[in-house]
């Protein structure tokens, strides 16, 4: 039984029984959400949450029973009514109670820790300071595919423009100086210079250093996974569809064939180290559980990932695939995957992420190369570094937050959706911090997966 319909059912008020009256504080606003097996609580005030089985009854109990007296624990009530009302008989009260607060996350004892936890969350929110973790190397703009929802689909395609391998390695040197440690190689497609490629990563490779590929996976052969395979974490292949039809529609029917003898020679070698990316659209929608399935079943390849298709400009807003039909669509989250999925609050573009692309020029994202607006520099200047961190355009993107969009502000999954992409919102409507209101249903969808595919603590007792 719930135990606020139990108190409605006739207890004695607790007011009456004479005992120690224990005060819980958090958040009002708290958000319970029960997916399979389990059941989550989230504070959107301070970000946190809680993961409980639903067969931890007495754990659940209580912690419904906190939010349905406001946090007002008398403690003489609870243990005269504990084995009708929680069906506790293992543990005393007090010991399940401090176990839930003592994790300090949600649920406290004392008023200043949980103020002290909303006040920690809009800290890190809101630091503007500048930290390179991840960059994205564009090696070339040149594609062999032409997908019409590519959001580099007018960038320039020039051969003659692309930094030599020499160029790259002392770009890379630069970055992991600089404490970089999370490189994502992309395009263009960047097996179109594998050769290079395979020389960059053999002089710059690091163990602490992670090298992710993005291809469209039509130019793999044996040769150019042997070469590259010991150098590179993960790569990622875009597939939309095992119909040769379905795949040239959205993306390209060039290299299909060899797209599937990838995935073969990856599920013989190494099929830990591919992760397979689907873009959602109208065209493949129906398609997205037969591709998880095949992958696993056929390939034993396990890492599968869908991104929903998102509008370049206003007249696309119309091609989004319609959220009932897309919220079935559950990913299966490798564990690097479950280890940060909460920390995407906010947006890295221009704090904590940059794009290099073929000249060396330097931009906020992968989504802003060659808008020249948004430029921070080059990477083949000295002093590429001080003009990142003195940028204008820098610390716009520094100072960014959701908590600034009006429609976003009061929303409790803002700090798990963040409020979108500032791409699209700069696409759609030329401004950086826009409301999109036509991805917030998908992106709260988004949220809920994060949090439900996401580590939690145990309460242990």
Not at 7 to 28: C, H, I, N, T
Not at 39 to 47: K, N
Not at 150 to 163: A, G, M, P, S, W
Not at 331 to 355: E, H, N, V
């Amino acid at each position: 039984m719930n135990p606020a319909d139990c108190l409605k059912q006739g207890l004695p008020s607790l007011k009456r029984a004479e005992a120690q009256e224990v005060m819980v504080y958090f958040d009002p606003n708290i958000i319970k959400m029960e997916v399979d097996k389990y059941v989550w609580f989230y504070s959107p005030a301070s970000h946190e949450f809680l993961k409980i089985k639903r067969e931890d009854h007495e754990v659940l109990s209580l912690i419904e029973y906190i939010i349905a007296t406001k946090g007002v624990i008398n403690l003489g009530a609870l243990k005269t009514y504990s084995e009708w009302i929680f069906r506790i008989k293992r543990v005393k009260i007090e010991e399940l109670l401090d176990a839930i607060c003592k994790l300090k996350r949600i649920f406290y004892l004392e008023k200043n820790q949980y103020l002290a936890s909303i006040e920690k969350i809009k800290k890190i929110y809101n630091d503007t300071a500048f930290r390179l973790w991840r960059v994205y190397l564009h090696i070339t703009h040149r594609c062999n595919f032409n997908c019409w929802y590519c959001y580099n689909h007018q960038i320039t395609k020039d051969k003659n423009v692309e930094l030599d391998a020499i160029r790259w390695q002392e770009i890379v040197i630069k970055l992991i100086r600089r404490g970089v440690r999370d490189f994502v190689i992309t395009g263009g497609e960047p097996l179109l210079r594998w050769q290079d490629l395979y020389e960059i990563l053999k002089k710059t490779r690091k163990e602490d250093a992670n090298f992710t590929i993005l291809t469209n996976g039509s130019l793999f052969s044996e040769l150019i996974f042997k070469r590259l395979a010991p150098f590179v974490t993960r790569f990622v292949i875009s597939l939309d569809s095992f119909s040769l039809k379905v795949q040239g529609t959205n993306r390209s029917p060039t290299g299909f064939k060899k797209i599937i003898r990838a995935l073969e020679l990856f599920a013989k070698h190494a099929p830990e180290k591919l992760t397979i990316r689907s873009v959602v659209t109208q065209n493949n929608l129906h398609e997205i559980d037969e591709i998880r399935s095949k992958l696993k079943e056929k390939f034993g390849i396990s890492n599968y990932e869908t991104v929903i298709f998102l509008p370049n400009k206003p007249q696309e807003i119309k091609l989004i695939p319609r959220l009932p039909m897309v919220v079935n669509i559950d990913d299966t989250y490798p564990d690097w995957f479950r280890k940060f999925s909460l920390l995407k609050y906010k947006c890295g573009a221009g704090s904590q992420i940059i794009a290099v692309d073929c000249r060396g020029d330097i931009y906020p994202c992968q989504n802003f190369v060659e808008e020249k607006k948004f430029k921070l520099g080059n990477m083949l200047n000295d002093d590429w570094y001080k003009s990142i961190l003195y940028s204008s355009v820098s610390r716009l993107f520094c100072n960014l937050s959701v908590d600034n969009i009006k429609s976003c502000k009061d929303c409790s999954y803002r700090y798990l959706c963040g409020g979108g992409c500032p791409a699209i919102s700069w696409r759609i409507y030329k401004s950086l911090n826009h409301h999109l209101p036509f991805l917030c249903d998908h992106l709260k969808y988004e949220a809920k997966l994060r949090l439900a595919n996401a580590f939690t603590y145990k309460v242990e007792i």
